[in-house]
């Protein structure tokens, strides 16, 4: 690990200042993506920017009947929140899907959003990532891709979003409040936040320089069923090959977002309107522009296979 330098401001405005003067800089709270990518030089902060003591670790209703998530609630506290539990049931369920009881018990709700890829190509610095490294090329087009995307990738980036909990917000229409280094305010549509790598797959999301989230506001609750299926290659503590967040009317209209298949939470709102119509018809136009390499299009299969088993519980629920 390299050097770097530490404080703890004690306002949000001084932890922007200080992001905004020290070029390098990043926030930290759990630690448990950054710390891990510090020690194999991946990320090589000069300065770190504790935010712990600013406060953001409530859970409020707002006025509107909606909830309102600090940014440092810790995942284990939001899964064990009652509103959440009640009004938002599909929220609880992914967070519990992800990681391990230990991780949760530090792992935070900005930190959980702002959490980077596990693409093994990613991870070995011997080997050129334009995630990683601008400019110098993606091995994983040529390498092994099981656990890559399927959709919304680019001839830059393959890698995917490796999260539960933003799949989960993705199918909620989740907000993300942000402030700035000049003390203004972003709300920003969880739709918008994430990017397509593109050209640029080391721009992740719509953050700016010195930008700092304070809070996820989820909108009024909705009715249905809600359900998270998460596949993966074993039980527990492992990141989805594909994932299935899901919220199931009686009358079978709904929201789908997919996990494990892009570079970001999956959600076509128009493919929605084909869920009283079944899986498939839904997967024709959730996974119309598909490209999957010669490893991974079972992916393609199994999300609709999981979208299937989702909506036969769902149903199952209902009567």
């Known amino acids: 690990m390299k050097p770097f330098t530490y404080e703890r401001p004690s306002t949000p405005a001084a932890a922007a200042t200080a ?20 020690k194999l030089q991946i990320e090589t902060p000069v300065h770190l920017i504790d935010i712990n003591g600013l406060g953001f670790d409530r859970i409020e209703t707002t006025p509107d009947g909606g909830l309102q998530v600090g940014a440092l609630v810790r995942n284990t506290d939001l899964a064990a929140n009652q509103t959440a539990r009640r009004n938002y049931p599909l929220l609880p369920r992914a967070l519990l899907a992800g990681a391990s009881g230990q991780l949760r018990n530090k792992a935070t709700t900005a930190g959980n959003l702002l959490q980077r890829t596990r693409c093994p190509y990613f991870y070995d610095t011997n080997l050129p990532c ?36 933003a799949v989960a917000l993705r199918a909620l229409d989740a907000t993300i409040n942000t402030v700035r280094a000049d003390g203004t305010v972003r709300n920003i549509p969880i739709a918008d936040f994430y990017r397509l790598p ?21 909108p009024k609750p909705i009715g249905g069923t ?27 209209t709904g929201r ?5 298949v892009a570079p970001m939470p999956w959600r076509i709102e128009a493919a929605e309107a084909e869920l009283p119509n079944g899986a498939r018809a839904v997967m024709s136009r959730l996974m119309a522009d598909a490209k999957p390499t010669c490893d991974n299009g079972y992916k393609v299969t199994l999300a ?16």
């Open 19 to 38: 992001a905004q003067q020290t070029p390098g800089a990043k926030f930290i709270a759990g630690g448990t993506n950054l710390l891990d990518l510090m």
């Open 198 to 218: 593109g050209k640029t797959p080391h721009l992740e999301n719509a953050l700016e320089p010195a930008e700092l989230i304070t809070s996820v506001t989820l």
């Open 304 to 319: 609709e296979r999981t979208l299937d088993a989702v909506l036969t519980e769902a149903k199952e629920v209902s009567q």
């Open 256 to 260: 789908v977002a997919l996990g494990g």
């Open 226 to 252: 809600h359900i998270y299926h998460k596949v993966r290659d074993r039980a527990s503590y492992a990141f989805a090959l594909v994932s299935v967040a899901a919220i199931v009317r009686k009358d079978g």
């Open 130 to 165: 334009n995630k990683r490294v601008p400019g110098s090329g993606c091995s994983a087009l040529q390498g092994s891709s099981r656990s890559l995307a399927v959709i919304g990738g680019s001839n830059a980036c393959i890698a995917t979003y490796p999260g539960d909990m």
